[in-house]
């Protein structure tokens, strides 16, 4: 059997024996949770295949599988960025800013330079990450990590400063006519993740990209600039991430709030997913759709008393038992 | 006028949850494993110390509790890693979100209520540790013990380590226990005597774990440089209110600690590879 698709199959029978652990896992947790075990996984099932579920998923599948699908990019060549959570707030910003101050009017072109230009400052943003690697040795993990919560401030410096509209610290919404459907939101995300698929594996990047984490020697002395090549990977992903905050902004959210401590947290689930996806952006989108599908389920089960840190809980140990259960049949796939 | 001294102190109980953490997390490091999941530790550590403190009425118990939640978590980490051979980066991430989820459901159960909390002797007694005692252990453990050198090389290179007879498995688990230990130490410490003062908020417990992650590097996985570096950022927390009262807006005074670590990186990456210091060699390579 060929390779690639050993791999394929292997992933696919960790994914699914990943998948009924975390049931039971989760069915033994949910016992505590004062509903009882049947209980809980009752409301569990009748949540998880609610029409309800899936479609309040989307929106939140759109900056989760932008991150994810520009992240898997940049793990392949080893830059290890979690800098997309700032880059989809930014691009927020931008689309915004450029939409509601700048334009002042909504029409499709102008909808499309927004989200554009939310790209741009995102590839900015993701760009500085590459920036301070590649020229002064900075470590991408922190700077990332340190940016994003530069973005934060800064989100929440215009919702309580220049931008703030009214009593509460926010801005005022789009009117209806600065907005995309829902569908476009998805389609421009998943048309970004193909065209990265298409990206790495028909082009001799995809080729250069791998060098540059498995084979660094060679890759030097094949020509492979090693410091282009983290540029280029960061400037992409931070413009893919940054047109999924823009998409977010201007399908789901309409205006700008005040932000906590955590972030918006689609940039963080868009690691889990780039990872879980097998570092493919293709796999990275499917990754995305459950985590985005599991993270909608919050707001379902809240309505039966379980709270949502549970649900949260709840994530974590889907994802750790999918890994668990891949990890042990890629090795046995590789035997 | 500025109280300096007022605010030298204030940095303390900040300074001393980022010492341990990233202290923790650098013996981690140098003995060539990589735990993303300092942030979840610590939530979950904190959450568990104010349910057992508040329900045995005792917060050495509490703080005990905590420490070994996060040792479970850690050693969680060791079977995915080790174990099964799973991704680090993932693994670690995904015990972020276990953790805040499993230690924010605990602390909600205490519906708020005020816990017992640890006395100031025992708060001076975990300072020292963090930001005297423990820099200098490990600075000696580390750098100048033969037990240091068997640690450091699973940093830089595993499979000379496993060659030479050095029994990989046993002391990364070992490092992992210590891992844990520590940060859930910070975790309950923060509980007690951070911005809460002992009574559960929801979220209001976040970013610490990221930072000490960010630390380890600003002190460049050396015990003196963490310590250093713990401090100069939680100086530049204590210094946020002082910030606002010249006229900064409170959401640009709450970023300058990151902003000022980002740009002190830059300027002193150089500075740490001239002195010597050096990163494992698993973990970070320019």
């Given at each position: 059997m060929n390779t690639r698709l050993r791999g394929v199959i292997y992933g696919a029978i960790g994914l699914v024996l990943g998948l009924l652990f975390s049931v039971l896992v989760s069915l033994i947790l949910g016992?505590?949770?004062?509903?009882?075990a049947l209980g809980f996984s009752k409301i569990f099932l009748s949540s998880l295949l609610s029409k309800d579920t899936w479609t309040s998923a989307l929106p939140y599948f759109v900056p989760i599988a932008a991150s994810a699908s520009g992240l898997a990019l940049a793990y392949r060549a080893?830059?290890?960025?979690?800098?997309a959570e700032g880059q989809v707030m930014l691009g927020a910003v931008a689309a915004y800013w450029l939409l509601?101050?700048?334009?002042?009017h909504g029409s499709v072109a102008a909808v499309t330079a927004a989200i554009l230009f939310a790209g741009l400052v995102g590839a900015l943003y993701g760009g500085l990450v590459g920036g301070l690697r590649v020229?002064?040795?900075?470590?991408e993990i922190l700077s990332s990590l340190m940016l994003n919560y530069i973005a934060i401030g800064i989100v929440n410096y215009l919702v309580a400063g220049p931008w703030q509209q009214g009593g509460y610290t926010r801005t005022a919404p789009l009117p209806p006519s600065m907005s995309i459907g829902l569908s476009a939101a998805v389609l421009i995300v998943v048309i970004a993740g193909l065209l990265l698929e298409l990206f790495i594996v028909f082009t001799k990047y995809g080729v250069a990209i791998d060098s540059v984490r498995l084979a660094r020697k060679a890759a030097q002395t094949y020509g492979i600039g090693i410091a282009s090549t983290i540029l280029i990977v960061a400037l992409i992903q931070g413009f893919v991430a940054g047109i999924g905050g823009g998409a977010l902004l201007l399908q789901l959210l309409r205006q700008l709030r005040s932000v906590g401590?955590?972030?918006?947290g689609y940039g963080y689930m868009g690691i889990l997913a780039a990872w879980l996806g097998g570092l493919r952006p293709l796999g990275a989108l499917a990754a995305s759709l459950l985590i985005a599908i599991l993270y909608s389920m919050r707001s379902t089960l809240q309505l039966y008393g379980v709270s949502d840190s549970f649900v949260l809980a709840l994530e974590a140990i889907i994802v750790l038992s999918v890994l668990a259960f891949t990890t042990l049949s890629m090795r046995r796939g590789e035997r | 006028m500025v109280n300096v001294a007022a605010l030298l102190s204030q940095a303390l109980p900040y300074a001393t949850v980022y010492a341990l953490a990233a202290q923790g997390e650098l013996f981690l490091e140098r003995a060539g494993l990589f735990n993303l999941g300092l942030e979840g530790m610590i939530y979950l550590s904190a959450g568990v110390t104010a349910i057992i403190s508040l329900y045995t009425g005792s917060p050495v118990y509490g703080l005990l509790a905590g420490i070994v939640s996060s040792i479970v978590l850690a050693l969680l980490y060791g079977f995915f890693?080790?174990?099964?051979?799973?991704d680090q980066a993932v693994t670690g991430l995904s015990i972020v979100f276990l953790g805040i989820g499993l230690g924010d459901v605990v602390g909600r159960a205490t519906g708020g209520a005020v816990t017992p909390s640890i006395g100031i002797l025992a708060n001076d007694l975990i300072v020292v540790l963090a930001l005297l005692v423990l820099p200098i252990v490990l600075y000696f453990m580390l750098f100048r013990s033969w037990l240091g050198y068997v640690v450091r090389s699973l940093g830089e290179n595993v499979a000379t380590a496993r060659a030479l007879g050095v029994p990989v498995t046993l002391t990364r688990i070992a490092a992992l226990i210590i891992n844990g230990a520590l940060v859930g130490l910070a975790g309950s410490y923060l509980f007690f005597t951070g911005p809460l003062g002992s009574r559960w908020v929801s979220?209001?417990?976040?970013g610490w774990g990221w930072m000490s992650l960010g630390i380890v590097i600003l002190g460049y996985w050396h015990p003196v440089g963490v310590v250093a570096a713990s401090y100069l950022v939680g100086l530049l927390y204590a210094m946020r209110p002082l910030l606002e009262t010249v006229g900064i807006p409170s959401s640009i005074a709450d970023v300058t600690p990151y902003l000022v670590v980002i740009i002190a990186l830059a300027v002193i990456s150089a500075l740490y590879e001239k002195m010597n210091v050096k990163p494992p060699t698993a973990i970070w390579s320019r």
């Open positions: 016992s505590f949770t004062g509903l009882g080893g830059f290890i960025t979690i800098g509601y101050y700048v334009i002042g020229g002064l040795g900075v470590n401590l955590g972030g918006w | 890693v080790i174990t099964l051979g799973a979220m209001s417990l976040l």
